[in-house]
Each structure stands twice: as C-alpha cells, then as structure tokens.
C-alpha cells in the first residue's frame, strides 16, 4: 500500500538563549578564561599528553584527583604554565556572556548537544516533544468540555495522593493525551501507543549548527516582585538570531496535522501561557501568536497541560498544589503562590549584553 508523505519545512527563529544539554558536565578543571569574555573548552587527553612531554603528568593527575575547588586556570598559574602553550589542547571556544559568579564555588558547565563532529544540534524528539504539548494544549483550551470529566478526576487524584510522589499524576495525564492523540486502530489495547496519530508524524534532527552560535549563560531567577538571584549555573546555548531548521513528515495514512492547525495551537497555547503566567513577570517580551518556548530551564508552564486544563487562579491552585505532593523544598516557598497570583512564582531567565531575558524564546515558521 502507497502511503502519502508531506514535508515541510520547520524554522525556529531563536529569541532568547536556548538549551538543550546532553546530560554531561564540563568541570571547572576542564575549561580555561580567555581574553573578551570567552571560555576554551579543553581536550584533556590532548593535554595530558602535552603536560607528559613537559614531565608534569604527576602533578596533573594528582590536581584532576584532589577534591579541593582549585580551577584549571589557578592550577596553570601555580604551575607557571600559560594559556598560550597550551591552545594545540583547546577543544572549542565559545562567548561567555554577562556571567557573574560567587567566588569559591564550582562553575561546571552544561554543554549542549552536539553530533559526533561536535558540531551543536536540536534533536528532532525536543521539538516534537514542544509540539506535542502545544497540540494537546490548545485542544484543551478549545474543547475544554471534552476534558471536564478528566479534570475532575486529575483535581480528585491529586487531593488524594500521597506527598513525596515523583510519578504524581502520570496516569491521568496518559489519559487526556490518548483523548487527544490516540484514536488510530492499530492494536486490541487501546492505550497502546501505535494507536498514536503523531507516530505518523516525524521530525528530524535539526541542520548542523556551529559552535560559533552557542554562548556559555548563567542561570538567573526572576521572582514576580522584580528581584533576582544569580545562581551558579552556567549552560552552553544557542544565542539570539540562531536559526533551527527541521524536516516534518506527515504520513497522511496515520496523521491528518495540517501546518495552519499547527500554527494555530501555538498561538492559542501562546496565548494562555502568556496571560496566565508570563505577564506577571516584568518583561520585555509580549504576546506574539507564533513564539514557542523551547529546551530546558523553560519552567514547569511551558512544558505542562496545567493551566491550559485549569485556567486563571485555580491554576494556581492546582500548580501550587503539584508542587506541594511533589516534595518541592518549602525554601522555594510554593506555599505562597497564591498570595503572589502566579504559580511558579519564580521566571526562570538569563542575561545577555546586560538585558534579563527568559530562556528559550523562539518563533516558529513552517514552509513546503
């Protein structure tokens, strides 16, 4: 049987940094400070090597091993060593932007992930995961009656469930989003995810990016009153004015997704998150009807169903409550959300050339 493929194009416009990490770390042994706020990425085999050749591999191995919190750059100043001798041994070098940290802390990066020629990319599952969300969204918002009798029960469950639960709620929200997806006759179990329509739905992969587009950001707290905290938590991401292109294929014997419904939820699902959540933060970022917010250190509002499902105050509840059986530290005090109107309280940010900025801002595009 001949199935019918569509492609399109798929272009995010990136607004505000964007992260996407490949769940390691690069230590504060691994990178050295350069000159115009930039960071060199070591290799450290390379460099183990170089330091072989010098006879300084003991004193090497035994600063890698030592649990004290001396940099890469502190150890080549006690050892007389220069950056210049060792730029052979440099990885990458990547922008460091508007970053201020607590002395005497560890300043481990999170790099983003990249390809095997190490070159930065956004797997096609981040931006399927997006969409997805997006999609079930707006349905929720459209169609809210629909899902009043799941509701119902997601409020009853989650009254009833005990503190401390990591997997809260995943049940009822598998079951709102087979409402929505999974409608296809493809096996006896109708919670089986073959009968999902966006299996008929594939993205890839995003064209090669250049390391020259990523740009090391300091993880910033923005708290509904005005005030931030810096914390030290630096991460490699994309930088403004990046372009992400994609391919998305439809199958149209499994998914019937048309490019205007698309560009349609986004801009309803846009336009909850942004009354609900975002206008309560001081921000120069307004309501547009095709920007998505993508990859992590996004918050909880942007990657949930929560307030599409329960909108205005008693998404605050709800939201306030999630956190409260999830065990969240009281130091990030939940418990006072409602007072605030907002729930997180906190809009996770970062900074670049001095202007605060929510991470993961982008617009998105779609062409044949």
């Not at 450290?44 to 649990?67: G, N, P, Q, S, W």
């Not at 294929?249 to 499994?254: A, C, E, F, G, I």
Request: a positive charge.
């Amino acid at each position: 049987m001949r199935h019918s493929l569509d492609v399109f194009r798929l272009i995010i416009d990136v607004e505000s940094p964007v992260f996407i990490g490949n769940g390691s770390e690069i230590s504060k042994k691994e990178y050295l400070q350069l000159r115009g706020g930039q960071l060199a990425i070591l290799d450290i085999e390379k460099l183990y090597m170089y330091l072989k050749k010098r006879h300084m591999e003991d004193a090497f191995e035994a600063f890698m091993l030592k649990k004290e919190k001396e940099s890469l750059e502190q150890w080549f100043y006690n050892m007389h060593l220069k950056t210049e001798d060792v730029k052979d041994c440099f990885k990458y070098i990547v922008k460091s932007d508007s970053v201020s940290l607590q002395k005497g802390t560890p300043q481990q990066i999170f790099p983003f992930v990249k390809d095997p020629y190490g070159k930065p990319y956004v797997p096609g599952s981040s931006v399927k995961g997006m969409l997805r969300t997006i999609l079930l969204g707006a349905d929720i918002i459209q169609n809210s009656e629909k899902y009043a009798c799941e509701a119902r029960y997601f409020e009853k469950n989650l009254k009833e469930s005990h503190p401390r639960n990591r997997k809260l709620l995943n049940q009822d929200i598998l079951k709102i989003e087979a409402m929505r997806f999974r409608y296809l006759n493809r096996s006896e179990n109708s919670r089986d995810a073959v009968h999902d329509a966006l299996s008929g739905c594939v993205i890839s992969d995003s064209d090669p990016l250049d390391i020259k587009d990523l740009v090391v950001c300091q993880r910033i707290e923005k708290h509904v009153d005005g005030k931030e905290r810096r914390l030290n938590v630096l991460r490699e991401c994309l930088k403004p004015g990046t372009h992400i292109c994609c391919s998305m294929t439809l199958d149209r014997s499994l998914c019937q997704l048309k490019p205007d419904e698309v560009k349609n939820a986004v801009a309803i699902f846009g336009k909850r998150y942004y009354d609900d959540y975002m206008r309560k933060f001081p921000s120069k970022i307004a309501y547009a009807k095709d920007r998505v917010f993508l990859g992590g250190g996004c918050g909880f509002v942007s990657k949930t169903i929560v307030y599409p499902m329960f909108p205005g105050m008693k998404g605050v509840r709800v939201t306030q409550e999630i956190f409260e059986k999830k065990g969240v530290p009281r130091k990030h005090m939940h418990d006072r959300d409602l007072e605030y109107g907002v729930s997180p309280h906190i809009l996770k940010c970062t900074s670049l050339q001095k202007q605060l900025m929510p991470m993961g801002a982008c617009r998105l595009r779609l062409e044949n």
